[in-house]
């Protein structure tokens, strides 16, 4: 209950929270308010945080940085996977989803979007994609990110002012490091559910109901965006079950 009060507070709308049927459900939220920058680190275990009412939380967004564990980020029409490591940033206004793969850990600075429309009119065209922080601009703001969460007390004390504008011209600086293309965009996204998707089926090959619909269901995703994995694969997804039911049937009449 004291999530959902600051997720609203802090978003300006209510989200459903459905944990991994797999693991004991766990999530720790903190946050540090430093006008006009709110710093928040939270971690827990696999769920799905589905918005289920508009936002009214006025212009600002969220600067994203996964820390610990996957995420995939429906924001700004866009579904990226967070790695370890990657960061997103995407407006609170805009809706958004968030599926935790696994048990995670994140920092998260939500600042006013005005900060950076004054100079990037055009950085929403960067919204909710991945960003590696192997290195460059991004990897300076990560580092950053992470000597703020370390250190969070610091927002509360004098010249935390003066941290707040730093930290946004940081979040500037990455944005002008990304400009002229869509560099540091994680390609991982289609080859992480390929796998998901194949090694659920694979698990689920004895059951007569498996199909594009079932396995859609059970790792989370569209029918229509499973399909769309298997596009550039040699086979479509229910011919390529198919022949690993034939070999599967094959290698035990042999065995």
């Given at each position: 209950?004291?999530?959902?009060?600051?997720?609203?507070?802090?978003?300006?709308?209510?989200?459903?929270?459905?944990?991994?049927?797999?693991?004991?459900?766990?999530?720790?939220?903190?946050?540090?308010?430093?006008?006009?920058?709110?710093?928040?680190?939270?971690?827990?275990?696999?769920?799905?945080?589905?918005?289920?009412?508009?936002?009214?939380?006025?212009?600002?967004?969220?600067?994203?940085?996964?820390?610990?564990?996957?995420?995939?980020?429906?924001?700004?029409?866009?579904?990226?996977?967070?790695?370890?490591?990657?960061?997103?940033?995407?407006?609170?206004?805009?809706?958004?989803?968030?599926?935790?793969?696994?048990?995670?850990?994140?920092?998260?600075?939500?600042?006013?979007?005005?900060?950076?429309?004054?100079?990037?009119?055009?950085?929403?065209?960067?919204?909710?994609?991945?960003?590696?922080?192997?290195?460059?601009?991004?990897?300076?703001?990560?580092?950053?990110?992470?000597?703020?969460?370390?250190?969070?007390?610091?927002?509360?004390?004098?010249?935390?002012?003066?941290?707040?504008?730093?930290?946004?011209?940081?979040?500037?600086?990455?944005?002008?490091?990304?400009?002229?293309?869509?560099?540091?965009?994680?390609?991982?996204?289609?080859?992480?559910?390929?796998?998901?998707?194949?090694?659920f089926a694979l698990a689920h090959l004895h059951l007569p109901s498996?199909?594009?619909?079932?396995?859609?269901?059970?790792?989370?995703?569209?029918?229509?965006?499973?399909?769309?994995?298997?596009?550039?694969?040699?086979?479509?997804?229910?011919?390529?079950?198919?022949?690993?039911?034939?070999?599967?049937?094959?290698?035990?009449?042999?065995?």
């Open positions: 209950e004291w999530w959902h009060e600051r997720a609203t507070e802090l978003f300006g709308a209510q989200y459903r929270i459905e944990p991994d049927r797999q693991a004991p459900f766990n999530m720790e939220l903190s946050l540090e308010y430093a006008e006009p920058l709110v710093l928040f680190k939270g971690q827990g275990s696999a769920h799905r945080a589905e918005r289920r009412s508009d936002s009214d939380g006025g212009a600002k967004v969220v600067v994203h940085l996964q820390v610990e564990g996957h995420c995939t980020v429906r924001a700004e029409g866009r579904e990226s996977l967070l790695r370890p490591g990657d960061m997103t940033l995407h407006r609170v206004s805009k809706s958004n989803d968030l599926h935790f793969h696994d048990a995670y850990r994140q920092i998260c600075a939500v600042l006013p979007e005005s900060s950076l429309e004054s100079e990037f009119r055009d950085w929403s065209r960067h919204a909710g994609m991945a960003i590696s922080t192997d290195s460059g601009a991004a990897a300076v703001l990560a580092d950053h990110l992470r000597s703020l969460a370390s250190h969070s007390e610091v927002l509360v004390q004098p010249g935390a002012t003066e941290l707040t504008a730093f930290t946004i011209g940081m979040v500037r600086a990455m944005l002008q490091s990304l400009k002229g293309g869509e560099a540091g965009m994680s390609l991982g996204l289609r080859a992480y559910h390929l796998g998901r998707v194949k090694r498996l199909d594009v619909d079932y396995i859609a269901s059970g790792v989370g995703l569209s029918p229509r965006y499973v399909h769309r994995l298997f596009e550039d694969e040699p086979q479509p997804l229910m011919r390529w079950i198919m022949k690993e039911r034939l070999e599967r049937a094959y290698a035990q009449l042999k065995g």
